[in-house]
């Protein structure tokens, strides 16, 4: 089973920048599709962007434009590369993948979150 790390997370200024990865660790064959959402304490989560296995994209519309998904397969890992950021988009952001074990099990999984501060 493979656990799934984001980092890249902090604080900015309005009108900056940040990636976020997303990294997966364990019996992993090949990781899928790849979500990203975020979650403002008090609210819902609600979905970001994603990307295929093939490498086909998708955003919400609240960040098209601004934020980019990108995928390196040989490291297992996904990237959110986040610009111009606004204070709206202060929250905690989260992947979650759907991977292919070395057993050829196909698995979801959510990782921990990592915290985004965009300051006005």
């Known amino acids: 089973q493979a656990p799934l790390v984001e980092s890249g997370g902090g604080l900015v200024q309005a009108g900056g920048s940040l990636r976020l990865s997303c990294a997966a660790s364990g019996s992993i064959f090949s990781i899928n599709r790849v979500d990203w959402y975020r979650q403002v304490p008090g609210n819902q989560r609600e979905w970001v962007a994603g990307?295929?296995?093939?490498?086909?994209?998708n955003y919400a519309d609240f960040v098209k434009g601004r934020f980019t998904v990108s995928r390196d397969n040989a490291k297992s890992t996904v990237y959110l590369q986040m610009s111009s950021l606004e204070p709206e988009d202060t929250a905690v952001y989260y992947c979650?993948?759907?991977?292919?074990?070395?057993?050829?099990?196909?698995?979801?999984?959510w990782g921990r979150g990592t915290q985004v501060t965009v300051s006005s």
């Open positions: 979650y993948a759907v991977i292919t074990t070395t057993a050829r099990v196909i698995s979801t999984y």
């Open positions: 990307i295929t296995s093939g490498g086909n994209t």
